[in-house]
Antibody, heavy 121, light 106 residues
Framework: QLQLQESGPGLVKPSETLSLTCTVSGGSISSSSYYWGWIRQPPGKGLEWIGSIYYSGSTYYNPSLKSRVTISVDTSKNQFSLKLSSVTAADTAVYYC?????????????WGQGTLVTVSS | DIQMTQSPSSLSASVGDRVTITCQASQDISNYLNWYQQKPGKAPKLLIYDASNLETGVPSRFSGSGSGTDFTFTISSLQPEDIATYYCQQYDNLLTFGPGTKVDIK
């Protein structure tokens, strides 16, 4: 059974960089059928896709966040990571990682449990 | 950018009722639309892909239809465990979610 698990600091100071890692178990991140994505959800609000990465390193990002986002992949560790720079209180959210299926039907079909990141001094 | 709207934003219905949620895209997205269910404190779960296809293991009381700009999600007989927020999501151009529809029991 595929599992995804987010990890990283739960508290980040304003203007600093938020860094999270998603560890994939029960399957290979190097599969040709999937991208791997990050999605966030501010408290009490809706879902926002941040960006996705292929095992080769190919990425695409939400234009509204593109200037501050970097997603990378480490196939040797079966992990992918998110960096969001110059954070403000508006970046406080639950951050989810997910498998981004691209063959058959493009969808986010497996999700991590999510991790709350609070931006505060 | 493709914008997604949903209506209603919330609804209350009785157990056994038929529940319908609509989703509208700001431009033609063919059938490139998915529906997700999110229960409180949990990650979203994929229910419907490509507008009308039921994800494996999802109960058949859930269904979806539509193409172009207008889409519908239906629960044929609402169950207590269906209390959740439902989101549509387009993938014609990047990924965008609708604002969500909160469903609870009357």
């Amino acid at each position: 059974q595929l599992q995804l698990q987010e990890s990283g600091p739960g508290l980040v100071k304003p203007s600093e960089t938020l860094s999270l890692t998603c560890t994939v178990s029960g399957g290979s991140i190097s599969s040709s059928s999937y991208y791997w994505g990050w999605i966030r959800q501010p408290p009490g609000k809706g879902l926002e896709w941040i960006g996705s990465i292929y095992y080769s390193g190919s990425t695409y990002y939400n234009p509204s966040l593109k200037s501050r986002v970097t997603i990378s992949v480490d196939t040797s560790k079966n992990q992918f990571s998110l960096k969001l720079s110059s954070v403000t209180a508006a970046d406080t959210a639950v951050y989810y990682c997910a498998r981004h299926r691209i063959v058959g039907a493009t969808s986010l079909d497996y999700w991590g449990q999510g991790t709350l990141v609070t931006v505060s001094s | 950018d493709i914008q997604m709207t949903q209506s209603p934003s919330s609804l209350s219905a009785s157990v056994g009722d038929r529940v319908t949620i609509t989703c509208q895209a700001s431009q033609d997205i063919s059938n490139y639309l998915n529906w997700y269910q999110q229960k409180p404190g949990k990650a979203p779960k994929l229910l419907i892909y490509d507008a009308s296809n039921l994800e494996t293991g999802v109960p058949s009381r859930f269904s979806g239809s539509g193409s172009g700009t207008d889409f519908t999600f239906t629960i044929s007989s609402l169950q207590p465990e269906d209390i959740a927020t439902y989101y549509c999501q387009q993938y014609d151009n990047l990924l965008t979610f609708g604002p969500g529809t909160k469903v609870d029991i009357k």
